[in-house]
């Protein structure tokens, strides 16, 4: 028998001719007539069968399953694992199944008082929430996704700064004048080509060829080929011969950035120049469909946040816009200020 009760769950209770009686309540209908099914196979199979019991288990230890059957195969896994190791040791370790949407809404809106962005927030649920997914997909646990009702914090979008040709004309500049012999020649790459900074400075010269610059090291795992000029891929196997490979120099260009008097907002640093290519890409009349495929973005949404820089984009408000129906409105407005001058003097 499926019944449901009182509260809202739905409680199974299957009883053999023979044998042991079993009764669960679940959350869901479709976990009750899952477990059901479960119940009346196993007992064909094996009629001494006994389900197991609560799963006891805290969520450091689904954390650890996860990273084992799945985490590990993502490119972001040891970032992922950390944050979420430190949400859940905030969170006091409880027993996975015993995390309720309240919990993790208080939770969260301490985290946020506290200071913590909202992005970050919406990072650790996302991760959460995908955990609880996989395993559910893995068949690790048989219980529904205890954060799948809650919904992310709704932002403000953020201010994409880009770089005008005064500031980029004074922050290499200063990119010359550093000590560091590659920083000057990785910000270019990110400039001309919009690639992340970790991309650019993987780069070796086999992926350096045919007018092209291969990136393989993508956020996506997929990989992205941009052209450059032959100047460019002249300049870079000449780098590579005379110098080596690129090392690290994130430390080094936000020093430049300090030096040549250019504020960011928090976090933006070296993507700067991924954003300044991207803006000056549109400005100049660049198709977003191919700035997708340049950038890497896996959706056309991420690259709209570009879209009001197109030079026909603000055109079209005096084209299709009310400005052109209504401007006797202003022909108006100009004869009667006009009439008020000739009477005020």
């Known amino acids: 028998m499926i019944e449901r009760q009182a509260d809202g769950r739905w409680k199974v209770d299957v009883e053999p001719v023979k044998g042991r009686r079993f009764r669960r309540t679940f959350k869901t209908k ?23 019991a609560r799963d006891r288990r805290r969520l450091l230890d689904l954390l650890s399953t996860w990273g084992t059957l799945h985490g590990h195969t993502l490119a972001d896994y040891a970032g992922r694992e950390l944050l979420m190791r430190r949400m859940f040791e905030r969170l006091g370790n409880p027993e ?15 985290r946020l008082a506290s200071g913590i962005s909202g ?19 893995l068949d690790c646990i048989d219980y529904a996704n205890p954060l799948e009702g809650i919904k992310p914090l709704r932002l403000q979008e953020r201010e994409l700064t880009y770089l005008d040709h005064a500031q980029l004309e004074r922050l290499f500049a200063v990119l010359r004048s550093m000590v560091h012999v590659h920083v000057e020649l990785v910000a270019f790459v990110c400039l001309v080509t919009g690639c992340r900074w970790g991309e650019a400075q993987s780069l070796v010269p086999s992926r350096v060829r045919g007018g092209f610059v291969q990136f393989v090291n993508t956020k996506s795992r997929k990989r992205r ?22 090392t690290r120099c994130r430390d080094t260009f936000d020093d430049a950035l300090d030096r040549a008097g250019i504020e960011l907002p928090a976090g933006q640093s070296t993507h700067v120049l991924r954003h300044t290519f991207a803006s000056h890409f ?16 896996s959706s056309l949404s991420v690259t709209m946040r570009y879209a009001h820089l197109a ?18 409105f202003f022909d108006t407005a100009d004869s009667a200020s006009g009439d008020d001058d000739k009477k005020s003097l």
């Open 225 to 246: 080929a941009v052209p450059i000029t032959p100047d460019l891929e002249k300049r870079l196997l000449d780098h590579f011969e005379r110098f080596g490979l690129f």
């Open 30 to 52: 479709a976990e009750a007539m899952r477990f059901e099914a479960q119940v009346r196979q196993q007992l064909t199979q094996n009629p001494a069968w006994n389900p197991s």
């Open 282 to 297: 549109v400005m100049n009349g660049g198709s977003l469909l191919a700035l997708q495929k340049i950038l890497g973005h």
């Open 119 to 137: 992005k970050t927030l919406n990072n650790e649920l996302t991760y959460a929430r995908a955990m609880f997914n996989q395993l559910r997909a």
């Open 311 to 328: 030079p026909d984009h603000m055109q079209d408000v005096l084209t299709f816009g009310p400005a052109r129906d209504f401007r006797h």
């Open 96 to 110: 996975a199944q015993s995390l309720s949407p309240a919990s993790f809404a208080a939770y969260r809106a301490d």
